[in-house]
């Protein structure tokens, strides 16, 4: 029983990370229908920019995370509009190449600015420790990434389902040409979105930093895992993701208890079994 | 006169021409193989270079009465065939006398037929495999091997009246050689493994596990982790799944290195680790090392401690051979040689070539200007590779 339960909130808690580090991807993948390998390039950078800020300026925590999110966010926006705009129309491979490019510009750059070795991103005083359940403790941290996961979830499905905003990304992913002839200034939609994407990755980044500490490194070793959580998902799906994080969660973390040396190998198992059984992942619509 | 000065260094020229195929060479290369760039820089390539950097600013650019000149190449990660190219580069080309360096094994192992063609002593700054040593006569290791500081662990927790343990490692060549190492030392000494878990390498969350570990209720928990984020997953979670404040003792070993240390931070407090060198050494030999860091602002690992051995053995080296190559009276020149290192007395055994040196078990502190140290606790004095000893 203890087992059981042990189980269900470390699964609860460990995907809930997951969603908040992968969403960003989704949005960008699957609204812009942009290959954005360099999604790891964002997160690290709110991340750092958190961190930076709150070494530096001595900013509370919450303060340095929200201001870093803006900040990646906001400067996506030039980045988008230069870069990312000019490769939109082209090839996934074209794009592929371009991301990949940037996450080892990314990598270079991180490491002159802040070193090869680990950043520390150290948390509030009511964030660290842990919480005694009598059975067992869960750390504090967690429970506020399963609060953030849900707000997050909420407000996408918000702005994507009921506003105008969610309604012309959509209709200028599925077909650019008839939007613009509807009066959807698709170019504003496009950096909107990639905006969105990348605070949401920034966001990911100082969220899951006690997962996933930051390092130079960061964007090319968990880009594997990012790509695994949207793909099951099926992209562009916030619920899909949702579904995804927490069933490759509990995977993951019941083999973690059963069967320790191969969770990671269930992990990528129930990936295969997934895509196999439904190519364009849970929730994903086949094109 | 005037005709004279200028024939004089006209002289002295055609003495060093006619003089230098026979006469030793003035300047002596070294090469250098580490990662410089890359993940591993930060742990291995940056404090090889500081290292041997502190070493000549301490001891001159002469080893005797020759210059010596250190030239590096980088080699980011396990690529034995890179190492073996680089290797070759520096023999044929750069014409180095000695090689030094080497992070991976399979890199070191890679060089190892060259070197014994070539006559080409090599120091290994890291590589802590055993057999590496066997595998050419004119390797020489200045860091240590795994079972020699995993063995004085056990030691210590027997010492320590522990009596039940879980080891956990990563599940990879040296965690699996770890946990081995630890294992049979323990189990011989009367001691009890609860449970052995291997976590694969790639894993993030480390909660289950210590949820796991926790509900056996262990005296000790016996760690083998690769620097960086694993280490630092592992040690929160340590933290924050309640296993200090349950009393479980933290047995590991470089998973404290002075590089990770200030970034761990308070999750590290009260840690005990087994290894050959503490920044908080205390020796007038490490005082002077530190300094000599301190004035580049270098942070004092023990991959830079291990770099500064490798260099002082690579300047006995060519001291004794006056700068000429011989591979073997160089090699022959530093077997069974002791002195007194940063990370306390150190030997080269005789008959393998190997490190022989003190262990010292330490635990996580935290100095009143905030810093962290690994204060030194118990010492295991002049430990040798048990590699050999151990049952596969």
Known sequence: ?287 | MASSTRVLPLLALAAALVGSPVQAQQVVKVGIVGPFSGPFASSFGTPFRQGIEAYVAQNGEKAGSTRVEFVYRDLEGPNPERAKALAQELIVKEKVQYLGGFVFTPNALAVAPLIQSAKVPTVIFNASTSMILSKSDYFVRTSNTLPQVTVPVAKYALDMKVKRVVTAVSDYGPGVDAENAFRQTFQEGGGEIVESIRMPLNTTDFGPFLQKIRASKPDALFVFLPFGPPTFGFVKAFNDNGLKTAGIRFLGTSETQESDLQALGEAALKLETGYYYSAAHDSPQNKAFVETLAKVKATPNPATVAAFDGTHVLYKMIEATGGTANGAKAIEAVKGMAWESPRGPMKIDAQTRDVVQNVYMRVVEKLPDGRYVNRETKTYAAQPDYGLQLKK
């Open chain 1, 1 to 287: 029983m203890g087992l059981i339960a042990s189980i269900i909130i470390d699964s609860v808690a460990y995907g809930m990370v997951l969603f908040v580090i992968s969403i960003g991807l989704s949005i960008t993948l699957g609204l812009m229908g942009f290959v954005n390998l360099a999604h790891g390039v964002f997160a690290m950078a709110g991340g750092y920019g958190a961190a930076w800020l709150m070494r530096t300026y001595g900013w509370s925590y919450e303060l340095a995370a929200l201001a870093a999110v803006a900040l990646v966010a906001l400067l996506a926006w030039p980045l988008q509009r230069l870069l990312y705009s000019r490769l939109q129309d082209r090839s996934d491979l074209d794009q592929v190449l371009f991301t990949i490019g940037l996450v080892f510009v990314g990598i270079a750059g991180m490491g002159v600015m802040f070193g090869n070795a680990i950043t520390p991103l150290p948390l509030p005083e009511y964030l660290q420790g842990s919480v005694d359940l009598s059975f067992r403790v869960i750390p504090t941290q967690r429970i506020a990434a399963v609060v953030v996961g849900v707000l997050v979830l909420v407000a996408l499905m918000w702005l994507l389902e009921r506003t105008r905003f969610g309604i012309e990304t959509r209709a200028a992913v599925e077909d650019a040409d008839a939007a613009r002839a509807l009066g959807i200034r698709t170019a504003r939609v496009y950096v909107m979105g990639f905006s969105l994407g990348a605070g949401l990755a920034a966001l990911g980044g100082v969220i899951g930093a006690e997962l996933l500490p930051l390092e130079p490194y960061y964007p090319l070793k968990y880009l594997v895992v990012l790509l695994a959580v949207v793909a099951v998902g099926g992209v562009g799906s916030p619920l899909g993701l949702f579904a995804s994080a927490l069933l490759l969660g509990t995977v993951e973390t019941a083999a973690k208890y059963l069967v320790p040396s191969m969770s990671s190998i269930f992990f990528f198992a129930t990936m295969l079994a997934v895509l196999a059984w439904r190519p364009a992942g849970l929730f994903g619509r086949a094109h």
